[in-house]
Structure formats: structure tokens, C-alpha cells
Nanobody, 128 residues
């Protein structure tokens, strides 16, 4: 069992930055690949970014590539999402998730069904 708690959301103007954090407790954090997903009002949840167990492999949705950076600190049981150049269309509830399955391709790290544990989400709102 893994418990995930996101923090760092808020209201920011377009072009601004935020850093989300996701603190994990429970079983060994480094055993899990981690992902960030988001869900905007009236839309389905979508993949944002993922990182492998060691942090050596990352994968991003095209919509955030070059603006967002995922990272992790296994000594602190925490995964981060640095979001720069935020746009109004980035407004959503952001969720972190843990994938305890076998190693896979970077592209497959974006599949929501791989993730076993989810946080409660943190709201990010970008004003124009």
C-alpha cells in the first residue's frame, strides 16, 4: 500500500510557474514508477508526465513537453512537477500516481491503467 499526498497547487497568471510535490508513504518509494495526470472540468483525466524508478527515464505529454519537468528524490520519498510558462489550458486538478508494475517502455508509462495508487489531487488554476 502506498499513500500519496500532493501539494503546491494554486492560482498563477499565464506565463508563471508552480512546483507540485507528491509525498509518498508506505512501501518502498523507489519500487514505483511515478506519474502526474490532470483532469480539467468536463474532461477526462489525461497523462502529463512520468518518471522511472531511478529517475533516469522521463516521458511527457506533447502538450507540456519543454515546459514541465518531472523529477524525484528517492531519499525524500517525493516526486515533483516543475511547471513553467503556464497557460490557461493547464488549469486542472493534478494527481500523482504510483506504478508498481514491471519495467516498461517510456510510452507505456503514460497509460493510466498501469497506476495502482493515486493521490487526492491539487488544483492548479492559470488565469489569462
Amino acid at each position: 500500500q502506498v499513500q500519496l499526498v500532493e501539494s503546491g497547487g494554486g492560482l498563477v497568471q499565464a506565463g508563471g510557474s508552480l512546483r507540485l510535490s507528491c509525498a509518498a508513504s508506505g512501501r518502498t518509494f523507489s519500487s514505483y514508477a511515478m506519474g502526474w495526470f490532470r483532469q480539467a472540468p468536463g474532461k477526462e483525466r489525461e497523462f502529463v508526465a512520468a518518471i522511472s524508478r531511478s529517475g533516469s527515464i522521463t516521458y511527457y505529454a506533447d502538450s507540456v513537453k519543454g515546459r514541465f519537468t518531472i523529477s524525484r528524490d528517492n531519499s525524500k520519498n517525493t516526486v515533483y512537477l516543475q511547471m513553467n510558462s503556464l497557460k490557461p489550458e493547464d488549469t486542472a486538478v493534478y494527481y500523482c500516481a504510483a506504478d508498481g508494475g514491471p519495467l516498461t517502455t517510456p510510452q507505456a508509462m503514460g497509460y493510466m491503467r498501469r497506476y495502482d495508487y493515486w493521490g487526492q489531487g491539487t488544483q492548479v488554476t492559470t488565469s489569462s
